[in-house]
């Protein structure tokens, strides 16, 4: 994303709104659509993206930097006798985008065909648009901004002697208008909010050696981000439990996923069960639709239409409508992942899932993570995972890990220097519990979960 200092708004004046740029962004996707339309294309579709936002970073509770961010561009996709082009353009008038329209026409008519390739089927259309509240705007100031960081670094260092340093905090806000139509007659746009607060933190053990670790909030409101001290108070904690770490000897033992590497963890079915994925038999999960995966009490929603949530949206980058679906049904892998050119290959329908995933919602075990931590007795909490030692193929996971060895229900020290291991699998179906405490902070709304055993690599 660019940075624009010349055209930044001094410290004390508020960001401007981008929801009055929202029409002509529509009026540009028209023209752009309606100049394909002239040249004998098959079809066509233009997506436009516009940011802006203002970011603050503190250290040692100083200002380090601010930075004023406005950006956007134009995509444009023509079809022409089953042929793709692509182009796209920052400027916006109506002279650069005809320009942009030619430039893409010209380049699929020197393409390959491929028969699978064009818009989502017009029936798929999103016909409800609903205001699903993604769009919050604050008006706010750096001088405030960096107020937050500063209270939020200002907490942390208070906290304990054993906290020698920050790492810094930043504070964030920005917003966002998408518009995207295409030659079915779609034609939609919205805007969009999004708030965050992250502190990190520096702590030093009795031998010198160090740790950090951080927190962070955000919100889609800014009223609803936590309070910075707050943050700064879980970054401290955090930060201090991990002092004086140690390695753990070689074994098999229980794993709990905090909830935020939990999230992780699911991330990859969405790897395994997306249609690219499926259709160039990359994916250990091939062949496994309406099979058992996952333990037969396990489920996940897909839930688009939240209301203010971080991942809600009426309908994906191709104008296909999102909807309510159950991802895994009681351990049963119930839908793949896919996009128009996906569903083609494979001979299946479009999901709407061009662009990502719509607000995962787990099951839970009705049990907070420090019950999961009483019921794994014995085993290895995962606070942080390192590495991308993750075959999609065959499912093999290895990854550098740190957190927390428990004995008895309770935890004893903190845990560096290890290596978890397993199959995908193998770690899916042995999920022994999740957590009613959901960490609402991603797209994948989860607890913490709790794996029956993985192999640890320590001493």
């Given at each position: 994303?660019?940075?624009?200092p010349s ?5 004390s ?8 740029e ?6 540009a ?8 339309k002239t040249?004998g294309?098959?079809a066509a ?7 802006q936002g203002?970011s603050v970073s503190?250290?040692?509770k100083e200002?380090e930097?601010?930075?004023?961010n406005?950006?956007?561009a ?14 796209s353009t920052s400027?916006?008038?109506?002279q650069?985008?005809?320009?942009a329209?030619?430039?893409a ?8 065909e491929?028969p699978?390739s064009g818009?989502a089927?017009p ?7 609903r205001d ?9 100031n750096a001088?405030e901004?960096a107020?937050l960081?500063i209270?939020a670094e ?7 002697s054993?906290i020698?340093n920050s790492?810094?905090?930043t504070a964030?806000a920005?917003?966002?208008?998408k518009?995207y ?5 779609f034609l939609?746009?919205?805007c969009s909010?999004?708030?965050s607060?992250?502190c990190?933190?520096i ?8 740790q950090?670790?951080y927190?962070?909030t955000?919100?889609?409101k800014?009223?609803d ?9 879980q970054?401290?904690?955090?930060t201090?439990?991990?002092?004086d770490?140690r390695?753990?000897?070689t074994?098999?033992m229980?794993?709990l996923f905090?909830?935020?590497i939990?999230?992780g963890?699911m991330?990859h079915?969405?790897?395994a069960?997306?249609g690219?994925s ?5 994916s250990?999960l ?6 058992q ?7 996940i929603e897909?839930q688009p239409h939240?209301l203010g949530?971080l991942?809600?949206a009426?309908?994906d980058?191709?104008?296909v409508g ?8 009681r ?7 896919l996009t128009?050119?996906?569903?083609r290959k494979l001979?299946m329908?479009?999901?709407g899932?061009?662009g990502g995933?719509?607000?995962?919602t787990?099951?839970h075990?009705n049990?907070t993570?420090?019950e ?18 993750v075959?999609?193929?065959t499912?093999?996971y ?14 004893l020290?903190?845990v560096?220097?290890?290596t978890?291991a397993?199959?995908l ?7 022994q ?8 902070r991603?797209s994948?709304?989860t607890g913490?979960?709790l ?6 690599a320590?001493?």
């Open positions: 994303m660019a940075s624009h055209s930044a708004p001094s410290a004046e508020p960001t401007p709104r981008i929801d009055s929202l029409s002509a962004l529509k009026d996707v028209a023209v752009a659509l309606e100049y394909a040249l294309t098959t579709e233009v997506a436009i993206s516009k940011q203002l503190t250290r040692d200002v930097t601010v930075e004023f406005k950006d956007g134009l995509g444009i996709t023509v079809y022409r006798d089953g042929r793709k082009g692509n182009s400027d916006l008038s109506p650069a985008i005809r320009e329209v030619r430039a026409d010209g380049i699929a008519k020197y393409t390959s491929d699978f818009l089927d029936a798929l259309m999103a016909q409800h648009i699903l509240q993604l769009y919050h705007p604050q008006d706010i001088q901004l107020q960081a209270r200002a907490a942390s260092l208070s906290v304990d054993r020698r790492d810094g905090a964030n920005h917003t966002a208008a518009v139509g295409n030659s079915h007659g939609n746009g919205y909010s999004r708030y607060l992250s990190v933190v702590g030093e053990e009795s031998d010198g050696n160090m950090r670790d927190d962070y955000v919100a889609r800014y009223q981000l936590l309070a910075p001290e707050s943050v700064g108070l970054a401290a904690n955090k201090l439990s991990r002092l770490a390695k753990i000897a074994a098999k229980p794993v905090a909830p935020e939990a999230t963890l991330g079915l969405i790897g069960i997306s690219s499926i259709y160039r038999k990359s250990f091939l062949d496994a639709l309406h099979t995966i996952f333990p037969d009490w396990f489920s897909e939240l949530a991942a809600s009426n309908y980058s191709e104008g999102t909807q309510d679906r159950r991802i895994i049904d351990g049963n892998l119930e839908t793949y992942l128009s050119y996906s569903a001979g329908t479009n999901t899932h061009a995933i719509y607000n995962w787990l099951s075990t049990q993570f420090d999961l931590v009483k019921a794994m007795d014995t085993g290895l909490i995962v606070t942080e995972v390192m590495g991308q030692g075959n999609g193929v499912g093999d290895s990854r550098g890990a740190a957190g927390f060895y428990v004995e008895n229900g309770e935890v020290y903190p560096e220097e290890i978890i397993g199959n699998k193998d770690m899916f179906k042995g999920i519990g999740v957590g009613k405490d959901r960490d609402l991603s994948i709304r913490g979960i794996l029956s055993e993985m192999k640890i320590g001493n």
